[in-house]
């Protein structure tokens, strides 16, 4: 296969330069212009293929232009989009009951964004401690995990210690206490009278597929249990299939009092994200205290329906269980010849490259020159999450790219030699 580093034309260049011209630059993308996708593929302006490793961070779960749910969403288009929660519709019941089954709750709260479902876990945990628990007003606190990714608002912010997230956009919301994930020993000593709430992500995602020990969620569950605390499972990024489970927490056989669902809820089509949880506290939130003017709009709900229905098939968790055995298999012969580590949870996998090769970046834009998408987090880890559709040929393609890359760097990093550029 050619090694083609796509900026080299001139179309994709323009592209780019118009998008830097006329873009805030909050993000800094490979250099790569995509404009069709079908599956696991996209092709770029030029008409290159690439085969799309990172899937929108989960949100592509059921790969671009799923028949199924493309189906749901042109069928809905047409006939009604938006009618806001001031009225009722007819797809957000069907989406709603479906979604609760799903999760084994009774009720469901949509909003939109992820970070929209993780406001709405803390404000429903913080009425729940006031209205049920007997917290003092305003002295709720939450527990939440160093490491974490809740998303970008500025209360949630606050309570992330990466400093690219968190720096300079205060002063912080107060009200959360802050332990090292993974460790329910200081868990259990963070807990007071006065905690609402334990909000974690099963697997830390963005930090870079960070698995906690084995029994760490069950500890957590039985504290939260014990001490009348709520256990607030941020399965954004780990739920819908992607570790091989429709709900992350299920590795550990745990059921959380609050499920916070998004990205792949959408279907990659759009953005739709969902509190789950029993009435004794979703039922504390009443009309007028919480809302969206999109939220459960029968166009996410039309699509959101069809994303559970498949899901309750149960055949992309299965599958995402069998590849993922397939990708450790296919990436673990790699530590000590360029990786240092490799975590591996369902199709999800975050790979550590040795400094001695350059970045996870400088990784990522080798990649990008064989037809790979990879996004590199926190400077030396690859995260790597294909949609679970991927062909197991295309998936052993991948394989044999990321071999080909990091095993010829290896060479040249004990050669002596500087990393070339393979984006300029
Ligand atoms: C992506 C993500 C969010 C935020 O979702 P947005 O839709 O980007 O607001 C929150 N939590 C986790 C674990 C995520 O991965």
């Given at each position: 296969?050619?090694?083609?580093?796509?900026?080299?034309?001139?179309?994709?260049?323009?592209a780019i330069a118009l998008e830097h011209a006329h873009l805030a630059h909050n993000y800094d993308p490979l250099p790569v212009v995509i404009a069709n996708g079908q599956g696991a593929w996209v092709t770029d302006i030029e008409g290159r293929r690439y085969l799309d490793f990172l899937?929108?961070?989960?949100?592509?779960?059921?790969?671009?232009?799923?028949?199924?749910?493309?189906?749901?969403?042109?069928?809905?288009?047409?006939?009604?989009?938006?009618?806001?929660?001031?009225?009722?519709?007819?797809?957000?019941?069907?989406?709603?009951?479906?979604?609760?089954?799903?999760a084994g709750k009774e009720l469901v709260l949509p909003m939109n964004t992820g970070a929209e479902a993780v406001e709405t876990g803390i404000k429903?945990?913080?009425?729940?401690?006031?209205?049920?628990?007997?917290?003092?007003?305003?002295?709720?606190?939450?527990?939440?995990?160093?490491?974490?990714?809740h998303g970008r608002t500025t209360t949630i912010v606050g309570f992330s210690?990466?400093?690219?997230?968190?720096?300079?956009?205060?002063?912080?919301?107060?009200?959360f206490v802050s332990v090292p994930f993974g460790d329910a020993?200081?868990?259990?000593?963070?807990i007071t009278p006065d905690t609402a709430a334990v909000l974690i992500e099963p697997i830390q995602g963005e930090a870079g597929v960070l698995i906690p020990p084995e029994g760490y969620l069950r500890r957590v569950r039985e504290l939260c249990t014990e001490h009348g605390v709520l256990f607030i499972a941020d399965e954004i990024q780990t739920g819908l299939g992607r570790t091989g489970h429709t709900f992350a927490c299920e590795r550990e056989g745990v059921v959380p009092d609050l499920y916070l669902l998004g990205k792949a809820?959408?279907?990659?089509?759009?953005?739709l994200s969902a509190v789950v949880g029993d009435a004794e506290v979703l039922g504390v939130i009443q009309p007028g205290q919480h809302g969206s003017t999109f939220g459960g709009n029968p166009l996410a709900a039309a699509i959101g329906v069809r994303v559970?229905?498949?899901?309750?098939?149960?055949?992309?968790?299965?599958?995402?269980?069998l590849l993922g055995t397939r990708l450790r298999e296919g990436i673990e012969p790699l530590i000590g010849h360029g990786v240092t580590a490799v975590r591996v949870a369902g199709l999800w996998a975050g790979v550590d490259i040795d400094p001695r090769l350059g970045t996870g970046r400088h990784i990522s834009e080798m990649l990008l020159a064989r037809g790979l998408l990879v996004k590199d987090t926190h400077g030396q880890t690859i995260r790597l999450a294909p949609p679970l559709v991927i062909r197991s040929t295309d998936l052993d393609w991948a394989l044999e790219q990321l071999h080909l890359v990091i095993e010829g760097e290896a060479a040249r990093a004990d050669s002596g030699q500087?990393?070339?550029?393979?984006?300029g």
């Open positions: 296969m050619q090694v083609h580093p796509p900026h080299v034309d001139p179309a994709t260049r323009g899937a929108a961070y989960s949100a592509l779960n059921f790969g671009h232009g799923h028949p199924a749910l493309i189906e749901a969403a042109s069928a809905q288009l047409g006939r009604l989009t938006l009618t806001s929660r001031a009225f009722s519709n007819d797809q957000l019941g069907p989406f709603a009951a479906a979604l609760a089954e799903l429903v945990a913080r009425a729940w401690a006031y209205r049920v628990k007997g917290v003092p007003q305003d002295a709720a606190s939450i527990i939440v995990a160093r490491g974490n990714f210690d990466d400093p690219g997230a968190h720096d300079d956009f205060g002063p912080y919301g107060p009200g020993d200081a868990l259990a000593a963070a809820l959408g279907g990659g089509i759009v953005p559970v229905q498949l899901l309750a098939a149960g055949t992309l968790q299965k599958r995402a269980q500087a990393p070339a550029h393979a984006v």
